[in-house]
């Protein structure tokens, strides 16, 4: 499963980055609005600290299927090459997908996703992702999980090769969910990416060796400090 950072703010990505095995970020508008200005400038700025290798998702506003293939040319244009054209999974969404997939090698990944059918249309539609929201799905009394596991069943009995990108995680119990099933991604926000690792007790046992290690070496000698 690959993990994408779920936010736009650099100082947090660039601090991930040092820590994790990112493949990439993902963008909303709800995300850019926090940052504000050109949106293409933060974009850029997120382009070249993941590498032009990695996952880059952007996602169009536009309302009417024509202009929504025009805003995905126009993000590709500007983003180049693994950058990926967020399209909500509606029906003037299903119908730029279609037409970005007779027309052009742009990527899209279907977001908005609540639904297992939902899913499969985008699916259908040649998206290469479809991102169900599991949190948003839990807080309408469904099961986020449930839905992102039957998407994996739908794909994989249908012998699709559209991938998932769960997003929208309140916690990493969620995440760990998917974990076990191996959906293809996750994007995070910044916070659920020290949720995994964060564990009190964990620091506890690395602090114990190092000072049981100090207490017949001496402070703040290391292995270094011996031949
Ligand atoms: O980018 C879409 C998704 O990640 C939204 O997450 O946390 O706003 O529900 P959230």
Redesign the pocket.
């Known amino acids: 499963m690959k993990l994408l950072i779920?936010d736009a703010h650099i100082d947090a990505i660039e601090k991930i980055c040092e820590l994790f095995p990112v493949a990439g970020v993902?963008?909303?508008p709800?995300?850019l609005a926090k940052i504000g200005g050109n949106p293409f400038d933060t974009l850029k700025e997120i382009r070249s600290l993941i590498s032009e290798e990695a996952d880059l998702?952007v996602?169009a506003v536009s309302r009417r299927a024509d202009d929504i293939v025009a805003e995905a040319r126009h993000i590709t244009d500007i983003l180049g090459a693994n950058t990926f054209v967020?399209i909500p999974a509606v029906p003037e969404g299903f119908k730029a997908m279609k037409t970005l997939l007779e027309t052009s090698e742009i990527l899209v990944t279907a977001?908005?996703v609540y639904t297992p059918l939902q899913a499969f249309v985008a699916g259908q539609c040649g998206a290469a992702y479809v991102?169900p929201?599991?949190?948003?799905i839990d807080?309408m009394g469904f099961d986020g999980i449930r839905v992102t596991r039957e998407i994996k069943e739908i794909f994989s009995a249908n012998i699709m090769e559209t991938e998932i990108i769960a997003?929208?995680?309140?916690n990493a119990q969620q995440l760990l969910e998917l974990c076990k099933c191996g959906v293809g991604a996750a994007?995070l926000?910044p916070e659920i990416f020290y949720a995994m690792i964060n564990n009190s007790a964990i620091d506890s046992a690395v602090e114990h060796f190092v000072d049981d290690f100090e207490s017949f070496a001496g402070k703040d000698k290391t292995m270094l400090d011996f031949q």
Do not use: C, E, L, M
Request: charged share 15%; proline share 0%.
């Open positions: 779920d993902t963008t909303n709800t995300i998702h996602q967020k977001t908005a991102a929201y599991v949190n948003r807080n997003a929208s995680f309140k994007t926000a």
